[in-house]
T-cell receptor, first 111, second 111 residues
Framework: DSGVTQTPKHLITATGQRVTLRCSPR?????VYWYQQSLDQGLQFLIQYYNGEERAKGNILERFSAQQFPDLHSELNLSSLELGDSALYFCATQAYSDTQYFGPGTRLTVL | GQQVMQIPQYQHVQEGEDFTTYCNSS?????IQWYKQRPGGHPVFLIQ?????EVKKQKRLTFQFGEAKKNSSLHITATQTTDVGTYFCAGVYNQGGKLIFGQGTELSVKP
């Protein structure tokens, strides 16, 4: 158990819909990273937050957005969903040593 | 830009054979980390290498960081079926910065 929690575990929705994925970091970790992993794909970095502020952006679509709240939990919002958005979405928190601890992921299926 | 290349993408071995995956960066890294993702699971931190020429061992796993801090390798001796999964390297260019993941090497082991 990494100490990072993600909800929900599974999400099935239709094209055009909007969903919110939630991540709670390990106690004391200020950084949250979001990754997308499609079938047979590696980890695509989406976005990073540090103590409530956006720190870095990766290959994140304009239809996607994220935020980190004062209690340090983070949400990833995916809108106008397309079939190609079906993937595993991981959040990870980064310790001072740069080590990342991944949550169990949310499997999103867009039908 | 900052990119970490990892090869091979897939490796199929007979149980008992050795396995090696390689990562390469065009620019010097601050540190490199290795993660393992079991089928259906999330990436789990294995090790971090920081020093030039560093070699670390974990039982049958040997991790190396190149002298120039641009490349790294993971070698597994006498693979077992429990080694199955995808191995990712992740480079850090600036301490505290985001991880740049390689594409991963998927290892399958035939008993």
């Amino acid at each position: 158990d990494s100490g990072v929690t993600q909800t929900p575990k599974h999400l099935i929705t239709a094209t055009g819909q909007r969903v919110t994925l939630r991540c709670s970091p390990r106690s004391g970790d200020l950084s949250v990273y979001w990754y997308q992993q499609s079938l047979d794909q590696g980890l695509q970095f989406l976005i990073q937050y540090y103590n409530g502020e956006e720190r870095a952006k990766g290959n994140i679509l304009e239809r996607f957005s994220a935020q980190q709240f004062p209690d340090l939990h983070s949400e990833l919002n995916l809108s106008s969903l397309e079939l190609g958005d079906s993937a595993l979405y991981f959040c990870a928190t980064q310790a001072y040593s740069d080590t990342q601890y991944f949550g169990p992921g949310t499997r999103l299926t867009v039908l | 830009g900052q990119q970490v290349m990892q090869i091979p993408q897939y490796q199929h071995v007979q149980e008992g054979e050795d396995f090696t995956t390689y990562c390469n960066s065009s620019t010097t890294l601050s540190n490199i980390q290795w993660y393992k993702q079991r089928p259906g699971g999330h990436p789990v931190f294995l090790i971090q290498l920081v020093k030039s020429g560093e070699v670390k061992k974990q039982k049958r796993l040997t991790f190396q960081f190149g002298e120039a801090k641009k490349n790294s390798s993971l070698h597994i001796t006498a693979t077992q079926t429990t080694d199955v999964g995808t191995y990712f390297c992740a480079g850090v260019y600036n301490q505290g910065g985001k991880l740049i993941f390689g594409q991963g090497t998927e290892l399958s082991v035939k008993p």
